[in-house]
């Protein structure tokens, strides 16, 4: 059970920081089960330690011998010197959890060199409020237990998807990046609020909202997104000029384009760090 494990985050930057805070403040983990490991950055770690009152350690003192589960939460070109670093510390108890975009288990697995379950999740930093939705893919040493447990730890962040490693690159493109896209839609829908006459909170506040009723009406509902959409849009209405506004500037298009982008990237970033063909 997740309560009773102990989890050692390698990396502490935003990733890591979102799911501490989704494990502590809306799984109600306690705190002294989480430990997060930096390199050089004191100042990150005095940040995190005293933000959530978790322990946090230079890499140089890394000892994981009362840990359970290892969460890796650098960077994809940080990958191998940290698994080479890390490999005389793992030990066999741990399952290993790599939130890295693009790099696949079987290059972790081969630099660990021992069978270490090793499961990739990809979750987004919504796990900050316990919103993310995570996909879960798991290498070739995971047991049931294992996944068992990743499972548990990607729900006490958000929700959950199993997927194949071979659908991650997309997962990544539309989850991991996605909240980024919103934002960017919030950020121009607010600029344009403003520039008629909104003041910036109010702006904020309405578009952000019209985005949650949105989503959440796509969730609830047994409408798709163009049904939905079909029933704001009136003939010869705003609706209609608004869409006609974004069908002329590639709207659409350059959404699409962003995921393909982005799931590209995931792979790309495999090719560009692991020294193994690409899935
Ligand atoms: N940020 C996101 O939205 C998001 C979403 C899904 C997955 N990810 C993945 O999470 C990982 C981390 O991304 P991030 O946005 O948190 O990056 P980040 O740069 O904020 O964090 C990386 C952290 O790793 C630390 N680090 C570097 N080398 C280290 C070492 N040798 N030992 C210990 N710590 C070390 C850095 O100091 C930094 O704090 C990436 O692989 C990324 O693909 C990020």
């Avoid at 960077?75 to 790599?98: C, G, N, T, W």
């Avoid at 290059?107 to 409020?129: A, C, D, G």
């Amino acid at each position: 059970m997740l309560k009773y494990k102990n989890i050692a985050f390698i990396g502490a930057g935003s990733m890591a920081e979102a799911m501490v805070s989704g494990l502590i403040n809306k799984a109600e983990m306690s705190p002294d089960r989480i430990t997060a490991v930096n390199h050089t950055n004191e100042e990150r770690r005095i940040e995190l330690s005293s933000k959530y009152k978790i322990q946090t350690v230079a890499f140089e003192e890394i000892s994981l011998r009362n840990k359970d589960v290892i969460i890796l939460a650098v960077k994809p070109k940080q990958a191998e010197a940290v698994l080479q670093r890390l490999k005389s510390v793992l030990q066999d108890h741990h399952v290993i959890l790599s939130v890295l975009a693009g790099i696949s288990t079987r290059y972790i697995e081969e630099i660990l060199e021992k069978p270490f379950p090793v499961i990739r999740v990809m979750p987004n930093t919504s796990s900050m409020i316990g919103e993310s939705i995570t996909g879960i893919s798991a290498g070739k040493y995971v047991e049931n237990d294992d996944l068992d447990l990743a499972q548990e730890l990607s729900k006490a962040i958000g929700k959950v998807k199993i997927i194949s490693e071979k659908q991650m690159d997309v997962f990544t493109g539309i989850a991991g990046s996605g909240p980024a896209y919103f934002y960017y839609l919030l950020e121009h829908m607010e600029d344009a609020a403003v520039e008629y006459g909104l003041d910036r909170e109010l702006a904020r506040d309405i578009a952000a909202q019209t985005l949650y009723g949105a989503s959440k009406m796509v969730m609830e509902s047994d409408d798709s997104p163009a049904e939905l959409r079909k029933k704001v849009t009136s003939p010869n209405g705003t609706t209609a000029a608004g869409l006609q506004a974004l069908k002329e500037n590639g709207g659409g298009d350059a959404i699409e384009k962003a995921v393909k982008n982005a799931a590209r990237r995931s792979r790309s970033l495999r090719k560009e760090f692991e020294k193994v063909p690409a899935l």
